[in-house]
């Protein structure tokens, strides 16, 4: 599913003292299938940007084009939207508020008026594309999960609702590595599975090279670069304008390059670099 | 009296809990040190910071500041003017409508007479390059700006302990460097003695010190060049170490001739550069 957006401008609070432009004039076009990471600051506008998408927030001007649907037009039935559209907070482990998992993740499609034994059928697939066994932890109390765990139940809440589009706020923050590639790596793999869209919002430039097809910066509420890695990252004097970090390896190989060596600078992860690395070095002789 | 946290057999079980969260952990931490602490979530890292200040008192073992013990409840409020702790959500920590008096209110309860509390609040300010927003809102603040604002509430009371429990998780990298910049200034400048709590390998890269927590356990200690020289100790308890120190390890590996305890970006161009 594609969603379209267009000259979109978001004002909060407009006409008062407090009046802010938090968006102002983005375009981006989502095609279907293709796996998004948006990346900006604190304040730059990407959790406004999202919210949008679903809709969450109205635009003051513009427009959010889903599946072909103008959703802000009137008659536009917006639950309908939100199931499509599915949206993952920041912590979203504070949202989780039943007694036990099978309860919460069952929370959405229970509402939905689905009968029971398909609620259970999507609790079951829900929890098994984020890494966790039904059997086991169905009757266990969310309170008592580890912090990676609780926010995969969280995410399965989401993912229950079948989703054709996935949105997630900066999923690994406040995780360590380990339970930081484990929800990277259970993104990816949902993906292949189910096939849908997706967009992750995140600081880390090293997490979001890895996996996406195409980087979206946000910088004082302008969309200011989008396009794959190896285009966003060529601007690189650029996002160190603003304050984006590329990542330690690609920064490696613009050193070497910039010390006259052959090496391209197009690497993003340490396989990337490795190959690259071993290739010049064999050129030379060395390995 | 030896100015020091010393850590002796320290083991903890939360209450409700049959496992214990810390098994006879032994450190010490000089006045002066910046130690930072590395672990996966429920290592005990956090566990171990409450300890240090008297939040929670050991099951089993002690903990002396500066020679006084933690359980000894007649201590505890001499223990929290000397450890003060920073944790990680700046949002629950502000308790003021106006960041100086933010900053004032440890000092206040502590019963500091009133010229004395705004120089301290001052200094404090300065210390972490906030002074112009004295008058301001804190929610009006950046993440990394609120969190220094907790940081000087700390400096406020004066201690020689900062204890840091993953102090940037929350923030952006603008806001991570303001925070990982004050910190270092805190300790270089100012002589106080920092641990710091951390997920992110390159800000314990900057420490005199690394300590390796997992299940309970302190596993490693060292300089930062001899704990992220152990990349595949490090991957085994589910830590990271910094891509370039990865990339020397993989290179090693395939036969290049590269140092084992590269950790910057700077040192790797310098071990590439004969090579290509």
């Not at chain 1, 029971?116 to 079951?124: A, F, L, Q």
């Not at chain 2, 993440?143 to 004066?158: L, S």
Request: with cysteine.
């Amino acid at each position: 599913m594609s969603i379209v957006v267009k000259n979109l401008t978001h004002i909060y609070m407009p006409g008062t003292p407090f009046e802010s432009v938090a968006l102002m004039d983005v375009n981006w076009i989502i095609e279907d299938g293709e796996f998004w990471g948006l990346i900006g600051h604190t304040g730059s506008g990407k959790s406004t940007l999202i919210q949008h998408l679903n809709g969450l927030l109205k635009p003051t001007s513009g427009e959010i084009i889903v599946d072909g649907v103008n959703i802000n037009e009137r008659g536009v039935n917006l639950r309908e939207i939100r199931q499509k559209v599915g949206l993952v907070f920041q912590y979203p482990e504070h949202q989780l508020f039943e007694e036990t998992v099978e309860k919460d993740v069952a929370f959405g499609p229970k509402n939905l008026g689905l009968p029971e034994d398909e609620v259970t059928e999507r609790v079951r697939e829900a929890l098994d594309l984020v890494g966790l066994k039904y059997d086991e932890i169905k009757e266990r109390s969310p309170f008592e999960l580890s912090g990676g765990q609780m926010r995969r139940v969280a995410i399965a809440g989401v993912l229950a609702m079948r989703p054709k589009v996935l949105i997630l706020d900066e999923p690994t923050v406040g995780l360590d590595p380990r339970g930081r590639d484990e929800i990277l790596g259970q993104i990816v793999r949902l993906r292949e599975r189910q096939n849908i869209t997706v967009i992750l919002v995140s600081h880390s430039m090293e997490d979001i090279a890895k996996i996406v097809d195409k980087i979206a910066v946000m910088h004082r509420g302008r969309m200011v670069e989008s396009g794959t890695p190896k285009q966003v990252f060529k601007n690189r004097e650029a996002l160190a304008s603003i304050g984006l970090d590329i990542p330690q390896v690609t920064h490696l190989m613009i050193k070497l390059k910039d010390k006259g060596k052959n090496v391209a600078t197009d690497v993003f992860t340490v396989e990337e670099a490795e190959a690259e690395i071993l290739r010049a070095a064999r050129g030379m002789g060395h390995a | 009296m030896a100015a020091e946290i010393l850590v002796e057999g320290v083991c903890y079980q939360y209450p409700q809990s049959s496992e214990m969260a810390l098994k006879d952990v032994n450190l010490r931490i000089k006045k002066g040190e910046f130690i930072a602490i590395i672990g996966p979530n429920g290592s005990g890292k956090s566990t171990l910071a409450k300890l240090f200040n008297g939040l929670f008192v050991p099951t089993k073992g002690r903990i002396t500041v500066d020679g006084l013990d933690t359980r000894d409840k007649e201590n505890i409020w001499k223990i929290r003017q000397k450890a003060g702790i920073v944790f990680q959500n700046p949002d629950n920590q502000i308790v003021a409508t106006v960041v100086e008096e933010d900053v004032a209110f440890g000092p206040e309860n502590l019963g500091v007479p009133p010229d004395e509390i705004r120089k301290r609040v001052d200094e404090a300010l300065e210390i972490v390059e906030l002074k112009e927003y004295a008058q301001k809102p804190p929610h009006l603040l950046s993440g990394g700006q609120k969190q220094r604002v907790a940081i000087a509430g700390i400096i406020a009371m004066r201690p020689d302990y900062i204890i840091m429990d993953e102090p940037t998780a929350m923030l952006d990298p603008v806001g991570r460097k303001e925070v990982i910049s004050t910190v270092k200034r805190l300790n270089k400048e100012e002589g106080k003695t920092i641990v710091l709590i951390t997920h992110f390998m390159e800000e314990a890269v900057e420490a005199d010190k690394v300590i390796v927590m997992s299940e309970g356990r302190v596993v490693m200690e060292g300089t930062p060049r001899e704990i992220f020289s152990k990349v595949g100790k490090l991957k085994a308890i589910g830590l990271d170490v910094p891509q370039v120190t990865e990339l020397a390890h993989r290179l090693r590996g395939q036969g290049l001739a590269i140092r084992e305890d590269v950790l910057t970006i700077d040192e790797m161009v310098e071990c590439l550069c004969p090579l290509l």
